[in-house]
């Protein structure tokens, strides 16, 4: 499948999951197409195991230790902390949790031994200006649940520990220098944006109160939408994952007393009841919520949406308008947790998916802007608190700075 920038960067590729497995990716890999952009070479950061993690129960789906790649911060940096939870998707079902189990996101065997950090965990200060001395942290994903599962299915030889790697994972990089932070950044993309949500409050616990924390959410906003045949997808799949990886005993109760536990795997029944300050990145028409949420195939199956799924430019008025109020629906959800002083909110009106870790919508001479103000500065002048940002883009096809993800 090839994959084209609407900027007009083109390079060949499959979409991690292609389309045999929509749930067991859900972010577009440049580890394994090679795509660096047209930016410097990446500094590339090696693979660390959690050894002992395994006494404590926090496995791989296999049974294999996770893992996590660390490049040391230096400078006015040394005691500030960036943790990326990585992102991929979800298994809802024995068969597809099985079929991830002997790939990188659901063993340590698979995984790359080495990574390129790029955008918001770049070492470059041309590329990362805010970041780039900070110890910088990719946890990696090997559970298939967000870093909230807590069970086991011995038939099958399954280990559904995504809550015990969360906790060994902050163990370990607690051991590593992380305890004496004075500042410190929980961040995800994707699977690892809802991560992010759903960990929030427990990382600020793990530090006094006098260290800086905050969140960052990067397209982890997966609403509860109804797809296009009046079924709801996504809902369905992620009752698999909270009912089969027993999710439910770790999601917080603020939800849990008043919804069902599916209702509270989904943000926007959380993001107004975290008390640590948050940022929510992400797309308004989200790239992968468009291709596996509100048209994947089994919805559509006559292919009415196909051409739209893979080119927004192909999308008919009556699509664009469907699209619109899918747009609606994530504004309407961020309402409440906007109207918070210490949240921060970047919305662009782009069919995109991850904007923070590639460096092109990060940090660079033509990244995204709403208001003329990129995603790097906008997050950072949060962070820091140098101005508030809740950012909102016009309606699509308003915005001319979108890296729109185009498949073919």
């Known amino acids: 499948m090839k994959l084209v920038w609407a900027l007009g960067l083109v390079f060949l590729s499959k979409w991690v999951c292609g389309f045999e497995d929509l749930y067991n990716a859900t972010e577009l890999s440049y580890i394994e197409n090679g795509y660096y952009g047209v930016f410097s070479s990446p500094t ?7 050894h002992g993690a395994d006494a404590k129960g926090a496995v791989c789906l296999d049974g294999t ?5 660390l490049h040391y911060g230096y400078g006015s940096g040394k005691n500030s902390w960036l943790i990326q939870l990585e992102g991929g998707g979800w298994c809802n079902t024995i068969r597809n949790c099985v079929y991830r189990k002997k790939t990188r996101r659901g063993s340590s ?13 770049s070492n470059k200060a041309e590329e990362n200006p805010d970041f780039y001395n900070w110890n910088r942290v990719k946890l990696r994903y090997c559970d298939g649940a967000s870093f909230t599962g807590d069970s086991r299915n011995e038939a099958a030889q399954l280990n559904f520990r995504g809550q015990r790697i969360w906790s060994a994972g902050m163990e370990e990089l607690m051991s590593k220098g992380m305890r004496y932070a004075n500042q410190a950044l929980l961040s995800g993309c994707s699977a690892g944006g809802l991560a992010s949500i759903l960990h929030c409050d427990e990382f600020r616990e793990l530090f006094p109160r006098n260290t800086k924390v905050k969140c960052l959410s990067d397209a982890g906003l997966f609403l509860d939408a109804i797809d296009v045949s009046g079924g709801r997808t996504l809902r369905h799949m992620y009752a698999g994952v909270v009912n089969l990886q027993g999710v439910k ?10 919804l069902d536990p599916t209702s509270c795997f989904f943000p926007q029944h959380l993001i107004a009841n975290i008390k640590t300050p948050m940022f929510i990145l992400n797309a308004a028409y989200d ?14 199956p006559h292919g009415y949406w196909r051409e739209c799924r893979l080119n927004h430019a192909h999308c008919s008025a009556s699509q664009i308008q469907y699209l619109q109020g899918f747009r609606n629906q994530m504004l309407n959800a961020v309402k409440g947790f906007s109207m918070s002083k210490q949240n921060g909110l ?10 923070s870790e590639r460096q092109d919508t990060w940090f660079s001479g033509n990244s995204p802007h709403i208001h003329n103000k990129g995603i790097a500065k906008s997050v950072g002048d949060w962070y820091f608190d140098r101005a508030g940002c809740k950012a909102i883009d016009c309606p699509y096809p308003c915005d001319s700075t979108c890296h729109n993800l185009v498949f073919k």
């Open 65 to 69: 230790l996770p893992g996590y790649h």
């Open 346 to 355: 970047f919305i662009n009106s782009c069919f995109a998916h991850c904007q």
């Open 109 to 121: 065997t698979y995984m790359e031994k080495q990574i390129p950090f790029t955008g918001i965990l």
């Open 249 to 258: 005993k770790n999601l917080p109760w603020t939800c849990t007393n008043h």
């Open 287 to 300: 790239a992968w919520q468009l291709q596996a949420s509100l048209a994947p195939p089994s919805a559509d």
């Open 44 to 50: 590339m950061v090696g693979l660390t195991l959690i």
